[in-house]
């Protein structure tokens, strides 16, 4: 049999085989790579420089200069998904306009209405904690704002002044004349910064307090007011780089947390019932009752002890106020000096069961401090039986879950000089600083690699942020971040006059509002099936990422959606980031709620399936017709 050789016919033909084959296949190629690149060049205009990257979508979405700020920073194309998407979710649907509900409501809070609330117990104040409409009564309407509303002052101008016509009520400016909480001046409100207990003004009293205790070293960063009034304690603590939650119940005096948030100070409607504080365990560096008028030596001491589960180790706790000091006030308080002592003494009593040191008492004040451990409060429990350590409790559970009276154990530690928990950085770099929460492994599938990876996450945000919204432009003071996860969104708003109520939802996979305080910030757990514990228009920018695909499933989106229009303030924004079937249901919502919305790119690009929806509430009052508004 004859050898092949290099030019015989037949290894000729496996090579002219070869190459044919390969020819195809590249030519093949190159046909599917040109037409990917000429639908992408198609449908994405290159941009010539990075400001007309970032003007992909038409933002103007008002009807002041306030919208004109909005369309100036994004003016282009908007994207177009209605007639290429269907997802059947929960909604209100067939509403083509939402209409105006009657002023009455104006300042309507669903959960903590008077009317409604005097049908439930009143022991324990039962009757003033959240009780939500049910489903037959909630409201398809949309909440008014006063006649005459307009814009907030910027902060910081709006700490010491308010609008009248935004919160036309004059009942605090009488009752607490004495006090000096609130002024009229012409059509404005004016603060003073007084208070019941601190007379020559909260700026004053805190520096009593700093004399006590060290405010300025960055120890001390959270910290809850019970029973705030206006908070004029918490923004007076502002400018020591402390955040406050500030809470005080609906009815007790006339839109007192209006005020607050008004004034753009951290508040939420709240009392100290007979539920939790919607806040987890270790949350706050300091606690602080002026003349508050919570009980605190009843019930076997079970506010001390919630303030304890909500308190830090090594965290301080300030009484001013019935009964401190009652030898010199029992007479302007209209009590008997018999009373004052008995109530001071059973205080100091509960304060020493749940293993509190008292620090310093002087003038009007006193202050305890929480251990740093458990390690002789074991010990103390063999002379004081109650209350006693609970055994299986989860202390973080904290959304409609009953007190305890119980002393919420702290994480163990292996000697008397360790805290519990793990020692936080000081403010500012515990907002950077992996929470102890996290380094130590107890949330779950959260490590301190997620956590760093979401820092720059919100880095990049930001920055694509400051180019479709005014959020650089002092448009924005009260935010709200629906879905907070690890708190990135607050962290990478820190250098912006803002702050952020950091929202948990109560149904998350993972339970991140412990990190969320360990990092300095402050929040609250919440079910957004539910309206929040706030008044009408108290939030200037809403950010709400992957909170639909949350609660699609388990509520009508559309009530959410009303709930948010409630509590943000005319021409205020809000971002949502969904994919593209969710936000243009969500869109189909806002449109008729008289919101100008526009869908966008993700930041990373046109290839991302999640999209950004950013929309603004129109300004609109009630009584527009009559007043041509």
Known sequence: MPKDYNGSPKHYNQLESKRNRLTWILGVSGLCILSYVMGAWKNTATPTNQSEAYSKVDCNVGSTASSSSISSSSSSSKLDFASHHSLEISTSGGIKEFPPCDMTYSEYTPCQDPARGRKFDRNMLKYRERHCPTKEELLYCLIPAPPKYKTPFKWPQSRDYAWYDNIPHKELSIEKAVQNWIQVEGDRFRFPGGGTMFPRGADAYIDDINELIPLTTGNIRTAIDTGCGVASWGAYLLKRDIIAMSFAPRDTHEAQVQFALERGVPAMIGIMASQRLPYPARAFDMAHCSRCLIPWNKNDGMYLIEVDRVLRPGGYWILSGPPIRWKKY???????????????????????????????????????????NHLECVQTKQVFKTPHICQSDNPDMAWYQNMEKCITPLPEVTSPSKVAGGELEKWPRRAFAVPPRISSGLIPSITAEKFQKDNELWKDRMSHYKHITPIAQGRYRNIIDMNAY????????????????????????????????????????????????????????????????????????????????????????????????????????????????????????????????????????????????
Request: glycine letters at 6%; one cysteine or more.
């Open 486 to 629: 690890l708190g990135g969104f607050a962290a990478a708003l820190l250098k912006f006059p803002v702050w952020v109520m950091n929202v948990v939802p109560s149904n998350s996979a993972h339970d991140t509002l412990g990190a969320i305080f360990e990092r300095g910030f402050i929040g609250t757990y919440h079910d957004w099936c539910e309206a929040f514990s706030t008044y009408p228009r108290t939030y200037d920018l809403i950010h709400a990422a992957g909170v639909f695909g949350i609660y699609q499933d388990r509520c009508n989106i559309t009530v959410i959606l009303l709930e948010m229009d409630r509590i943000l303030r005319p021409e205020g924004t809000v971002v949502f980031r969904e994919g593209v079937e969710l936000l243009t249901k969500i869109k189909s919502v806002t449109d008729a709620m008289k919101w100008k919305s526009n869908i966008m790119d993700h930041e990373s690009g046109p290839f991302n399936p999640e999209k950004i929806l950013v929309a603004e509430k129109t300004y609109w009052t009630g009584g527009a017709k009559e007043n041509s508004n």
């Open 330 to 372: 029992w007479r302007g308080w209209e009590r008997t000096e018999e009373d004052l002592k008995q109530e001071q003494d059973s205080i100091e009593e509960v304060a020493k069961r749940i293993c509190w040191k008292k620090v310093v008492e002087k003038d009007d004040l006193s202050i305890w401090q929480k251990p740093k």
